[in-house]
C-alpha cells in the first residue's frame, strides 16, 4: 500500500457563499463547525417549524371560509383591570415574561461558554420560573375563557372554529413550554451539580468544560419563544 | 446573514476540538432584549390604537418579522453559524407560504359555496 502523508493541517473552510457550495459539496459532514447534537435541534426545530406553520394556516383557512363573524380577539381577551377593560393585557403580559425568559437563557448561554457554573444554572432556574409562569396565565387564560362558554365546537361570540383553533395552537404552544421548563430544569440541576466540569463524558457532556449542551438548551427555549411571536401576531392581534 | 458583517466574530472557545462555541458579548443580548421589548410594546399599540386595515397588518407584520429575525439572528446565534446552516434551516420555511396561498384560494371558494349553498332564507 501506498504511504498515506496526513496533514496536519487543518482544512480550509472559506467563508460565505463560496463555503455554503464547499460546505455542501465536500463529500463529508456538511455542517462544520457544528456538533450533531446542534444540527439535530436545528432539524428538530425545523420539522416543528413546519407543525406550527401547518396549524396557523389551518387557523387561516377555518377563519377565511367561514360567513359567520370571527369572535374579537382584542375583546375576548381583555381583562377587567381597575375598573377599566384593558384589551389584550394579559396576554401583553404573558409576551413580556416569555420574552425575558428568553433573555435570561441567553445570559445562561453566555456564563455557560464562560464556565461560571453557579451564575449559568441561577439563570437557567430564573428562565424556567418565568417560563412555569407563562404556562400558569395560560392556565388562567383557558379557564377564564372554558367558563364563559368557549368550547373546540362553539363559542357565546360568533364563528364556531375560534375555540378549536385556540386551544389546538395555545395547547401545542404551551405543552412546548412545559416540556422546556423540565428540560431546563434538569440540565440546571446538572449544570448545577458540575457534571459538565467533570474530565469524563457525561449525560449531555463530553467532558472537561463542554457546556454546549446549554446552548442547544437555549435555542430550544428561543425557538418557543419564536412561535410565541408568529401566534401573538396572527392569533391574537388579527 | 454575512459572517463578516457583524463587528465581531464568536471566540474559538473550542472545547474538545470538535467545534466552536458561541461567546458573545452580554451587552449584545441585553440590547436585543430592550428591542424585543420595545417591539412588542408596539404591536401592542398597535391593537390599543384601534388601527385598522393595511396600516395595522403591515405594522403587525413589519414589527413581527424584526422580532423573529432579532431572536433567530442573536439569540439563537444563526448570524454567525456558517450559511451551509442557515439555509439548510431558513430556507424550508419559505414552502409554507406557497401552501398558504394555495390555501387562501381554496377557503375564497369554500366561502363562496357557503354563501350561495347554505342560505339560510
Given at each position: 500500500m501506498a504511504d498515506v502523508t496526513l496533514k496536519k493541517t487543518p482544512p480550509e473552510h472559506p467563508e460565505g457563499l463560496a463555503g455554503f457550495v464547499a460546505d455542501w459539496s465536500s463529500d463529508q459532514r456538511t455542517f462544520k463547525q457544528v456538533s450533531w447534537g446542534k444540527?439535530?435541534?436545528?432539524?428538530?426545530?425545523?420539522?416543528?417549524?413546519?407543525?406550527?406553520?401547518?396549524?396557523l394556516v389551518a387557523y387561516?383557512?377555518?377563519?377565511?371560509?367561514?360567513?359567520?363573524?370571527?369572535?374579537?380577539?382584542?375583546?375576548?381577551?381583555?381583562?377587567?383591570?381597575?375598573?377599566?377593560?384593558?384589551p389584550l393585557i394579559l396576554i401583553a403580559i404573558m409576551t413580556f415574561v416569555l420574552i425575558s425568559s428568553s433573555g435570561t437563557m441567553a445570559m445562561a448561554v453566555n456564563?455557560?461558554?464562560?464556565?461560571?457554573?453557579?451564575?449559568?444554572?441561577?439563570?437557567?432556574?430564573?428562565?424556567?420560573?418565568?417560563?412555569?409562569?407563562?404556562?400558569?396565565?395560560?392556565?388562567?387564560?383557558?379557564?377564564?375563557?372554558?367558563?364563559?362558554?368557549?368550547?373546540?365546537?362553539?363559542?357565546?361570540?360568533?364563528?364556531?372554529?375560534?375555540?378549536?383553533?385556540?386551544?389546538?395552537?395555545?395547547?401545542?404552544?404551551?405543552t412546548h413550554v412545559t416540556i422546556g421548563v423540565i428540560f431546563l430544569l434538569?440540565?440546571?440541576?446538572?449544570?448545577?451539580?458540575?457534571?459538565?466540569?467533570?474530565?469524563?463524558?457525561?449525560?449531555?457532556?463530553?467532558?472537561?468544560?463542554?457546556?454546549?449542551?446549554?446552548?442547544?438548551?437555549?435555542?430550544?427555549?428561543?425557538?418557543?419563544?419564536?412561535?410565541?411571536?408568529?401566534?401573538?401576531?396572527?392569533?391574537?392581534?388579527w | 446573514m454575512e459572517q463578516s458583517s457583524m463587528e465581531h466574530q464568536p471566540q474559538a472557545a473550542t472545547v474538545g476540538g470538535t467545534h466552536e462555541g458561541q461567546q458573545h458579548p452580554i451587552r449584545l443580548y441585553l440590547m436585543v432584549w430592550g428591542l424585543l421589548f420595545v417591539l412588542s410594546a408596539a404591536s401592542y399599540l398597535v391593537d390599543y390604537m384601534e388601527f385598522q386595515g393595511g396600516l395595522r397588518w403591515s405594522l403587525i407584520l413589519i414589527f413581527m418579522m424584526l422580532k423573529a429575525g432579532l431572536i433567530v439572528a442573536v439569540f439563537m446565534h444563526m448570524a454567525w453559524e456558517r450559511l451551509a446552516l442557515g439555509y439548510a434551516i431558513l430556507l424550508p420555511p419559505f414552502i409554507i407560504l406557497v401552501f398558504v396561498v394555495i390555501m387562501v384560494f381554496e377557503s375564497d371558494y369554500t366561502l363562496l359555496t357557503r354563501l350561495t349553498e347554505f342560505a339560510t332564507q
Open positions: 444540527a439535530m435541534m436545528w432539524i428538530l426545530l425545523l420539522s416543528d417549524t413546519f407543525i406550527f406553520g401547518i396549524f387561516m383557512v377555518a377563519r377565511s371560509s367561514t360567513p359567520e363573524t370571527w369572535p374579537n380577539a382584542s375583546e375576548v381577551f381583555a381583562l377587567h383591570i381597575g375598573g377599566a377593560d384593558m456564563s455557560a461558554y464562560r464556565r461560571a457554573r453557579g451564575p449559568t444554572a441561577l439563570l437557567m432556574l430564573v428562565t424556567a420560573l418565568l417560563g412555569a409562569g407563562f404556562v400558569g396565565m395560560q392556565a388562567f387564560e383557558w379557564s377564564k375563557l372554558i367558563s364563559e362558554g368557549v368550547r373546540p365546537w362553539g363559542n357565546p361570540w360568533g364563528a364556531e372554529q375560534f375555540g378549536a383553533s385556540f386551544f389546538m395552537i395555545t395547547g401545542f404552544h404551551g434538569l440540565v440546571a440541576h446538572r449544570v448545577w451539580r458540575g457534571d459538565f466540569d467533570l474530565d469524563r463524558r457525561s449525560w449531555l457532556s463530553r467532558g472537561n468544560g463542554d457546556y454546549e449542551s446549554v446552548e442547544i438548551m437555549g435555542l430550544y427555549w428561543h425557538f418557543v419563544d419564536l412561535v410565541w411571536v408568529f401566534i401573538f401576531a396572527f392569533f391574537y392581534l | -
